[in-house]
């Protein structure tokens, strides 16, 4: 059973990155290959302010977002202002990212042995780290929910689903998804942020192909979302958190069942395929007619 | 109130044509015009109106607002006073907003868009009752994304809500193109009323020289970049024979 736990607050730590990228995957209709430097950016910052700076967590967590901000607003302008496409210019911050990692840790792998962290210095037992985990995201799903029903919350979502309606009602588009991409990386961030602390440690590989872990919570969550007929965007979102938590439960049940670790990624890719194949199904349908 | 002068457009082709799509115009239009324009394919009336909407900025020349030269504002800085109905409706919605939220952009138009909740139940009120004018029975589906419905249904809905903040200016560009003839009359008719009703200045884009010569108050007919024909309807009344 333990491994099943393990699989929950995984999926509960994967799950803030998972809403991030249903910000730029679903709302902006970008896939934002700076997840994987943001990722480890954010437990970078962590593993850093936690032991060498002696930081608090929780502002080590502000710390964190701010990071994670500034790589994705970087993402968007060289995106929208030096008119590069979007998946290049993510590869390009992506790619950036894994030297300014490295400066910021000095070395490829910092532990997190006796330092305070969230899931021990707030004096709960450690055999409930699921109640942080838990928290997280129902915090940050909650302010997502509240911020994009505000006028402004609607503007950014209109800017990444017509962009000459957008413009046409006064919304500056490029503004739009500077803050939209600051706010999927910031949260995406904070993934790294809980996972390193659930692991104790921080390693520069750990982001390596992470947004796979992502996009496949959101298609996943997508899924689950029209089969239960879900319209509304916190709905969405819920579903988004459930299918990073189903995602981990299929990673750790194929580890349980013998399979080589090393084979995880190839696990990942293909369920991220498989997903893909599941939304699309109408349209092979439609064709073969 | 809008005055184009000594507009030119060019575009260059990759492999270094330039095409001369408007040639020295010069319009001014008063405050009230219901002004129709009309020409052949290529004869430059989308430019035109893609000039003073902003999408394009003139090769020379000055557009002037109330005597305010706005030739190189954006689309963005012109929302304020310009409001737009495209001629696909697609472009003029946001698809997977709900009828509601893109009636509230469209009341923010040339507005900041805050970090607050600026609807409440008189907008949702006022909204429902000029949705339920159209008698499209879309009153009852505010929360339904606005994708989901037809194209007919939508563009009747753009119209709403390119007029539901003042505007200074109403861009038509072929409003109708993408309808069928009955939603095309309907959506014209609801456009007219409510241009008589705001007292707004129009300027709309046509193929239908029917339409023109019905609702216009003006006539301008562009051919290969110039204006051919600009008859005012209230000194010289036309017919479809005269014309």
Not at chain 1, 52 to 70: E, K, R
Not at chain 2, 29 to 53: E, M, P, R
Not at chain 2, 119 to 130: A, E, Y
Not at chain 2, 166 to 182: G, N, R, S
Request: hydrophobic share 50%; proline share 3%.
């Amino acid at each position: 059973m333990g491994f099943f736990i393990t699989a929950i607050i995984l999926g509960l730590c994967y799950a803030l990155m998972g809403l991030g990228i249903y910000i730029s995957m679903k709302i902006f209709k970008i896939p934002d290959i700076t997840t994987d430097g943001s990722f480890t950016l954010g437990a970078a910052l962590t593993a850093v302010c936690l032991t060498q700076w002696q930081l608090q967590p929780f502002t080590t967590l502000l710390v964190v977002m701010i990071g994670g901000a500034v790589a994705g607003s970087l993402t968007a302008i060289i995106h929208h202002y030096f008119k590069i496409e979007a998946l290049l210019s993510g590869i390009l911050v992506m790619t950036a990212l894994y030297s300014i990692n490295l400066m910021v840790m000095g070395r490829s792998n910092i532990p997190l042995i006796n330092t305070p962290d969230i899931f021990k210095s707030l004096r709960f037992d450690l055999s409930e780290p699921y109640i942080m985990a838990l928290l997280f995201p129902a915090i940050f799903l909650l302010l997502l929910a509240i911020i994009f029903k505000t006028d402004f919350g609607i503007a950014i979502r209109a800017s990444g689903d017509n962009e000459t309606m957008s413009k046409s009602m006064g919304i500056r588009i490029g503004k739009m998804k500077i803050i939209g991409l600051a706010m999927a990386n910031a949260l995406t961030a904070v993934g790294g942020y809980l996972i390193t602390q659930y692991q104790s440690f921080a390693d520069i590989n750990m982001g390596i192909g992470i947004v796979m872990t992502g996009l496949g919570s959101v298609l996943i969550g997508d899924s689950m979302a029209n089969a239960f007929k879900v319209q509304s965007m916190a709905g969405k979102m819920i579903f988004v958190i459930a299918g990073s938590i189903v995602f981990q439960m299929i990673l750790a049940v194929s580890l349980s069942i013998g399979v080589n670790p090393n084979a995880l990624k190839l696990i990942t890719a293909v369920l991220v395929f498989a997903a893909v194949v599941l939304t699309n199904r109408k349209k092979y349908l439609s064709k073969a007619r | 109130m809008i005055s184009l002068e000594n507009i030119q457009k060019h575009f260059t082709l990759g492999d270094g044509t330039v095409i001369k799509a408007l040639n020295d115009i010069n319009i001014t239009i008063n405050k009230g015009d219901f002004v129709t324009i009309i020409g052949s394919n290529g004869s430059g009336k989308s430019t035109l109106i893609k000039l003073i909407s902003g999408i394009e900025q003139p090769t020379a020349g000055n557009i002037l607002l109330n005597k305010r030269n706005i030739t190189r504002q954006s689309v963005e800085e012109r929302s304020a006073y310009v409001a737009q109905v495209f001629q696909n409706p697609e472009s003029g919605v946001a698809p997977n907003l709900s009828i509601l939220e893109n009636f509230r952009l469209a009341f923010l138009r040339g507005k900041t868009k805050s970090l607050f909740n600026t609807i409440n139940s008189s907008f949702k009120n006022h909204t429902r009752d000029k949705i339920a004018a159209l008698n499209m029975g879309l009153e009852n589906k505010l929360n339904m994304p606005i994708g989901m419905l037809s194209g007919g249904q939508r563009q009747a809905l753009c119209l709403l809500m390119a007029t539901l903040a003042p505007c200074e200016l109403l861009l038509m560009d072929e409003p109708t193109a993408a309808l069928d003839p009955v939603n095309a009359a309907l959506v014209l008719e609801t456009a007219n009323n409510i241009v008589k009703q705001d007292g707004l200045t129009c300027l709309y884009i046509t193929h239908n020289m029917q339409d023109a010569i019905k609702y216009g108050s003006r006539l301008i007919q562009l051919q290969n970049g110039t204006v051919i024909k600009d008859i005012d309807k209230t000194v010289t009344p036309i017919t479809e024979v005269t014309w």
